[in-house]
Every structure is written in C-alpha cells, then in structure tokens.
C-alpha cells in the first residue's frame, strides 16, 4: 500500500515538473514572439547547431510539404556540436502567406499538446568532431495538424530558441495546372523563362478571387527568387488564368555548380585536392565567371544537397564534418556589392557566414566553411550594397535552357477569416524547354 501511495506521489510530481518547464518555455516563447510583425525564415540561432533539413522520410531530396486528406509526414533532424546532453523541445507555429504569425490560438490548428520534448536521438560514431543527431517526426503521435497553410517549427533548449524551420500543410482544394515556356519578349528569349499558370476554382467558395486568392511562384522554392501577388489576367468561368507576358518570368539561370565530399579516399571530380588533419579539408577546383560561356547541359539538383559518407552504415551519425575550400576567380574587387554562395544548404538566404572574401594577391574571391560530408549544389551571388538587390547573373549567366523546378502555392483567406489557407500545390519543370 506505501509502495503504491509513493509510485503515485512519484508520477504526479514528475507530470507536475514537465508540465511546469513546458509551461515555462511557452512564456518564454511568447515573450519572444511579442512583435507580430516578424517575418519568419529558416534561420539558426545557435552555433553549435548545424545541418538542419526537413524532408520525407528515406527521401533528402523531397519538399517539405505534407498534405492534411493524406498520413503524410516530414522528418526534421539536426546535429548538436554541444558537449553536454541538453534537452530539446518542438513548438509548432502557424503563419500565413508573408510568414507573419497569425491569431490563431494553438488549439486552433494543432492537436495536442503545443510544446512536446524531443526523445529520438543518436551519438556521432568514430568521427573527429563528435555532435549529436536529433531527429523527430512531424506530425507524430503527440501532435496532430488540423489546418493548412504556411507553418515554422521552433526548436528550443531549456534557456533560448535554437532554430527555426519551415514547412507547408496543403489542401487539394483546387485543380491546378502549369508550365514553362520561353518568354516572347525578344531581348529575353535567350535568358528568361514564362511561367504560364491557371487555376480551377472547382468547388472552393471564392466570392473575390482578385483579393481572396494569393498566387507565389518560387524558382527551386527559393526565398531569393520569387514572384507573388499576381493577380489573374483573365478569369474563365471558375478558371484564373495568368499568362503574363513579363511580369511571370524569371531569369533561367545556370546548372548549379557542385562538389562531392562524400569520400575522403579518392578525388571527385571536382574536388582538386583532400588534405587530412584535424579536420580533413576538400579544395574544390577553380571556379570562373560563366556570363559569358554558352550553355552546357549536365546534371544537378536545383541548389538541393543531400548528406552521405561512402563508407558509412548510417550517414546520418558517421558522416564527418569537413572544411571545403571555395576559390572564384574575379580580376577586381566588385566595389559596390558582396559576393556569397548561395544553395539549399545556406537556407536560400544571404547568410554573412557564407560571404566571401577577395584576396587581392591570387585575384579571386575565397571562403573555406564547415559542413557534413555528402553531395552539394551551389552558386555565387552577388549582393548590391546599394540597391540591395541581388543576382546570380553576373557570375553564372542566364539561358532559357536551364533545367528550373518552379513551385507554385494558392493561397485563399476570405476577408472574416483569421487565417490563410493553402488550398493548391504544383511543381513544375523546365525540362521541355531543351
């Protein structure tokens, strides 16, 4: 009878306790989350944490889109460079199409329990520089998605936010269709691509589609490279049709450039040299300016990465951490701009950890960062300081051949409505374009 009266104090205080540090951090929460006005991105806030990727499960290179009719699910890992084991925990944030936290209260949109600890994770193995991999599973057994729309899952310690992510929920809601085509304008048909979109309303209750229904075109789901807030140039019966001569047409662009460091035994083919240390050290060959070259066809994976050791069991915890050497010749320093790499694995943002530096001795510009072993795009970007415009073109060139995936979200929020909905997902391809 003691026995049982004790286990039953025991339970109860250890319940009270999680429920308190969980309470705890959804204060802490909210008072960081004061200014309404922020616009979330995909954004680390510790230096210890690093890779962080959201993806179908068994599939690095999928989007990070679930759909709610569907038992889709994402998987979201990280690795902790943190000597000491700290607890982490998820909160899930719903936004809407400009990534602005909306008014909904959690229970609005989620099953559940609003903030959830962590409990999936596995130690480096027999690597130089030792971390720890979280992963967690997204929704899972604890928590449960009820509407659409844009989302950003927050991952906290016990003292402060360490990341933030984004992922979509959709809706099939409704039918629609797109394509690429070369563009009519003659001074870009050799360097643009159209984005030719229509959509079918089918059932969906829309009384104004000109300020209900919010169209975004993304290039290789880029926050760089973008175009939103179109609106239909001709509605057909149910059908918003958006064939724009100009304003839907994006730069082509180049083929990513790439390196493979998933091998420190051999040289890729674009790895010039692999000095081991410490830390082994990837130099990736010279790189140049391509504005001016023709177009060249080979394979790439729009900007993605994927993490991979060849001599691996599990990638994920026995995947070394190395530094790669970037050098991009350039005979002058670009007086009125800054130049950084630019890729899926920089969080498509301008990020001063990848900016470049010139060295005016070799006449190039150089940067040597740390990432996980595996595959990589990238590209140079170059920053206007003064317009703050950016644009890959002046290192990479732009053709209408370039192989492009282009994302297409419908977005649609009735005037009383607190929240957007994502009602309509596509991705296309530029591939007919060769």
């Not at 064939?243 to 730069?251: M, R």
Request: hydrophobic residues 30%.
């Amino acid at each position: 009878m003691k026995l049982g009266i004790k286990i039953i104090i025991l339970t109860t205080l250890f319940s009270c306790s999680l429920t308190k540090k969980k309470d705890d951090i959804l204060l802490k929460t909210i008072e960081n989350d004061v200014n309404e006005t922020k616009i979330f991105e995909d954004k680390t806030y510790d230096k210890n944490i690093n890779t962080v990727r959201i993806h179908k499960f068994n599939d690095q290179l999928s989007d990070p889109i679930i759909f709610l009719a569907l038992e889709d699910s994402l998987k979201l890992s990280f690795d902790d460079f943190n000597d000491k084991y700290r607890k982490m925990y998820y909160r899930i944030i719903h936004c809407d199409s400009e990534w602005k936290r909306t008014d909904l209260n959690e229970t609005e949109y989620l099953k559940g329990f609003s903030i959830n600890e962590i409990y999936d994770y596995e130690n480096s193995f027999n690597t130089k520089i030792k971390y720890r991999n979280y992963f967690l599973k997204i929704p899972n057994k604890e928590i449960e998605i009820t509407k659409s729309g844009n989302y950003i899952i927050q991952i906290e310690d016990d003292n402060k936010i360490l990341l933030e992510k984004k992922f979509y929920v959709a809706e099939n809601k409704v039918n629609l269709k797109g394509n690429v085509s070369k563009v009519k304008l003659i001074e870009h048909r050799n360097t643009k691509q159209k984005i030719n979109v229509e959509i079918d309303l089918m059932n969906l209750k829309v009384s104004d589609p000109f300020s209900e229904i919010k169209l975004v075109i993304k290039k290789n789901n880029s926050n760089i490279e973008k175009i939103e807030n179109l609106k239909p140039l001709f509605i057909k019966d149910r059908t918003l049709i958006y064939d724009y001569e100009d304003e839907s047409n994006f730069w082509g662009g180049n083929q990513f450039r790439y390196f493979n460091s998933s091998s420190t035994r051999y040289l890729s083919d674009r790895i010039d040299n692999i000095i081991v240390d410490s830390i082994t050290t990837f130099v990736i060959r010279e790189d140049w300016p391509r504005q001016l070259e023709n177009y060249l066809i080979y394979p790439d994976i729009n900007g993605n990465f994927y993490i991979d050791c060849e001599t691996c069991w599990n990638s994920n915890i026995e995947s070394e951490y190395v530094n790669v050497k970037f050098k991009l010749n350039y005979s002058e320093k670009i007086s009125y701009g800054s130049v950084y790499l630019i890729g899926n694995f920089t969080n498509w943002n301008i990020n001063e950890n990848f900016k470049l530096d010139y060295d005016q001795v070799s006449k190039s510009y150089t940067k040597t960062i740390k990432i996980k072993q595996g595959y990589y795009n990238y590209q140079y970007l170059l920053l206007d300081n003064y317009s703050n415009t950016s644009s890959s073109n002046i290192f990479e060139g732009s053709h209408y051949q370039t192989t492009n995936d282009y994302y297409i979200y419908v977005y649609f929020k009735k005037p009383e409505s607190r929240h957007t909905r994502l009602v309509g997902y596509k991705k296309i391809s530029s591939k007919n374009l060769l």
